[in-house]
T-cell receptor, first 112, second 118 residues
Framework: GQNIDQPTEMTATEGAIVQINCTYQ??????LFWYQQHAGEAPTFLSY????GLEEKGRFSSFLSRSKGYSYLLLKELQMKDSASYLC?????????????FGQGTELSVKP | GAVVSQHPSWVICKSGTSVKIECRSL??????MFWYRQFPKQSLMLMAT?????????EQGVEKDKFLINHASLTLSTLTVTSAHPEDSSFYIC??????????????FGSGTQLSVL
């Protein structure tokens, strides 16, 4: 089966750092994605991890531990515009269609 | 970067009518496209995987006859909601898979279609 868990909502202060965790239990694994989604809009790609370790891209970093079924998205120097929903998604193996299975999303509110 | 065009952006229809949503990859060929639906404040739920030239693969619980998917070319997939009812009102999003020369995969999302059935 497929199970992806992330907190429903988080609140942080402008200029601070926030870490959004994601744990997964899937029958196959071929990479983990993080997406940002503002209300009423389509998701936009943030990061991709397929090997263990940290991937850094500007103010955003993402970490993966395959043995623990765990990932986190780290947002630094938070800005008000970072208020959005952050979706963790696991990609199935190609022989399973390579489809993305999304977590419920974490609604992040950045306050002044 | 690659662009996926989805339209219409929003549609209002009467109960019992059918609605077609188009998803086009504008500058790359997409052998595989995915269709999702999203209810307010919920995550994306995969409905089906659309493969060019073959039948779509539907997720469990998704009615094939209700949500018709056609992927007739490498740049176009369509989702038709047949005999729409108010409970079909939702945000529908497509995504297209691009493979680059290094066989690395990227996924790009359309802008979504908000369907409201009266």
């Amino acid at each position: 089966g497929q199970n992806i868990d992330q907190p429903t909502e988080m609140t942080a202060t402008e200029g601070a750092i926030v870490q959004i965790n994601c744990t997964y239990q899937t029958s196959g694994f071929n990479g983990l994605f993080w997406y940002q989604q503002h209300a009423g809009e389509a998701p936009t790609f943030l990061s991709y991890n397929v090997l263990d370790g940290l991937e850094e891209k500007g103010r955003f970093s993402s970490f993966l531990s395959r043995s623990k079924g765990y990932s986190y998205l780290l947002l630094k120097e938070l800005q008000m515009k970072d208020s959005a929903s952050y979706l963790c998604a696991v990609r199935a193996l190609y022989n399973q269609g390579g489809k993305l299975i999304f977590g419920q999303g974490t609604e992040l509110s950045v306050k002044p | 970067g690659a662009v996926v065009s989805q339209h219409p952006s929003w549609v209002i229809c009467k109960s019992g009518t059918s609605v077609k949503i188009e998803c086009r990859s504008l500058d790359f060929q997409a052998t595989t496209m995915f269709w999702y639906r999203q209810f307010p404040k919920q995550s994306l739920m995969l409905m089906a995987t659309s493969n060019e030239g073959s039948k779509a693969t539907y997720e469990q619980g998704v009615e094939k006859d209700k949500f018709l998917i056609n992927h007739a070319s490498l740049t176009l997939s369509t989702l038709t909601v047949t005999s729409a009812h108010p409970e079909d009102s939702s945000f529908y999003i497509c995504s297209a898979r691009e493979m680059d020369w290094g066989n690395h995969e990227k996924l790009f999302f359309g802008s979504g279609t908000q369907l409201s059935v009266l």
